[in-house]
Every structure is written in C-alpha cells, then in structure tokens.
C-alpha cells in the first residue's frame, strides 16, 4: 500500500463544510486502487477513532477539536464512506471493512493507542484489541457492540425487515437509514440541525451507493456472523484494559439492555449515561467531551 498524504489546503467537494470539519485530508492508496479517506490531527499519545453506519469521520469532529491539543487523533473513512472511495464490486461487509482497518492501522505503524468506537464500529474495530494483535491498549464505547445482535428479538425482527429485497427498496430508492432512521435514533430531533444531516446526506445522493455500501450492514444484522461470534469469544481479552462507555440512555436501535452486556464483558470500564440516542457525541457533544477528556487525563 503506498501512503499519499494531501499538503494543500484543506479542500472536498462542494458540500463539505469545512467551517464544521476543517482538517486536513489524507489519503492512504489500498492495493486494489482504492484510496482510503482520513485525517490526522494534532500530537501526543494516539487515539483512533471508528465510525459506523450510514456516517463518516465528519461524525468524531467534536472530539477531534476537545482533544487535538494533547493528543493525535485519527479517523477514518471506511471504504464507500465518506471521502473514501467507492469501487464497484469491493465488499463492504464489516469483516472486510475490519481487514482494511487492520491495513490501515499496519501502514501508519500505530501502537498503544486508544480505540474508539460507535455503531458498527465495535465488530470493525475490536479486533484491533483481542488476540495476538492487542494494539488497542485503552478503550471507549458509545452505542456499540461486538456480538452478533440477531439473539435479540427486536434486532432479528429489524433484520428481516431490512434483509431482503424490501429493506434494498427501502435503503437504495427511498434512503431510509438516512432519512428515516437516523433522525430516528435521536432522543431530540432538533439535535440533529438540516445543517448537519446534510453533510450525512451528500455522500450517498446516488441510490447505487446506497444499495452497494449501506445496505449489507443492515442485511447482516439478522444473518449468523462468524466474525462477531469470534469476536465476543476473545472478550476477555478486553476486561482489564481502562475502558470508559459512554451510552446514549434514549438510544431506540442499540437499546441500554446491550450495555449491560458491555458491563459484563468490560467489569472494570467507567461507564456514563447521558440524555441523547443513538449518537451521542452528536447530541450532547459537551458532556461527551467532557467525560472522554478526564478518561484520557486519567
């Protein structure tokens, strides 16, 4: 893989809003062709920052800011996300987004930092902190997980709904994850400004995107995965690493009975509750902010 990092002003295309997310662009060139999406922002001891589904790095810009002073933040665009490119016939199951991380993770050397994750983010970016890999040496959760969902019964439902030709129309021709469900997934909805929401909108306009990059997250959560079996089986790689949740109490999607798997699997994890939904650094991105900069001071 060859690293091509952008030196120019930070530019995008015409909907970005750069006065929202002003950092660099860089860019890492995968084998294949395809080029990864992400910024690197400040210095100090590493935090990586995982996003989910149907959002982008734009979504950690909150945090990048509170904690660039003292730290080198990073974030990603998964592949078909974001910034990043979107090859025709690639996989976007998040096994494979996990193997491009991984890639990712490898190129830029990164050791001993602090993972966080959100969403789909959990089964993308945890294996980066079980196993022989342990690269991850701190962690923060907020409204994820790293277990196959389809054991409960609301999640097996919305899989059905979503797994099949109906959930394609659904995503692809009416864009349902993000016209539908993400407003949704928030506690109060004017939390989520047309301002914001638009930046989440620009990078999936074509319903071929949707259809190719959105949709098999939302049909594998009614499907067996091995890769999350395999994951919940090294959990107890985790439960002595400092860890600090943060969970969205109001969430509709990822209910508060999966953070009590959490405190399970993480016995010793610092764990706050907030007054938000699905995405809480969006919604209350002060008390999110907060709560993460004493768990790193610690």
Not at 23 to 29: A, E, G, P, Q, V
Not at 50 to 61: D, I, K, L, M, Y
Not at 132 to 144: E, F, I, K, Q
């Amino acid at each position: 893989m060859t690293a091509i990092q952008d030196t120019s002003p930070p530019r995008g295309p015409a909907w970005l809003d750069r006065r929202e997310y002003p950092f660099t662009s860089r860019w890492l060139t995968l084998s294949s062709g395809a080029r990864l999406h992400y910024v690197d922002e400040g210095t100090g001891p590493a935090v990586l920052f995982v996003h989910g589904t149907p959002t982008w790095s734009f979504e950690w810009r909150h945090l990048i800011r509170a904690l660039a002073p003292s730290h080198r933040c990073i974030a990603l665009d998964h592949l078909g996300f974001g910034l990043s490119d979107r090859p025709a016939g690639a996989s976007y199951a998040p096994e494979s987004h996990a193997e491009r991380l991984r890639q990712f993770v490898d190129h830029l050397g990164l050791r001993d930092f602090t993972l966080v994750v959100h969403d789909f983010g959990g089964v993308i970016g945890l294996p980066l902190a079980v196993g022989d890999s342990g690269l991850a040496t701190r962690l923060m959760v907020l409204n994820s997980w790293m277990w196959h969902l389809g054991d409960d019964p609301a999640v097996r439902r919305i899989g059905r709904l979503f797994g099949g030709g109906l959930g394609r129309f659904l995503y692809e021709r009416l864009n349902f994850s993000l016209r539908v469900i993400m407003p949704g997934a928030y506690a109060d909805r004017k939390r989520l400004p047309a301002s914001v929401h638009a930046q989440y909108l620009a990078p999936f306009a074509d319903p071929r995107g949707r259809g190719t990059v959105l949709w098999p997250l939302a049909r594998s959560l009614g499907r067996p995965s091995p890769h999350a079996e395999r994951l919940w089986e090294r959990r107890g790689d985790l439960a002595d690493l400092p860890a600090l949740i943060v969970w969205g109490m109001k969430d509709p999607a990822v209910k508060p009975n999966q953070l009590e798997r959490w405190r399970s699997a993480l016995p010793r994890a610092e764990v706050v509750e907030v007054d938000a939904g699905h995405w809480p650094h969006e919604e209350v991105p002060d008390a999110v902010c907060a709560a993460v900069t004493a768990f790193l001071a610690r």
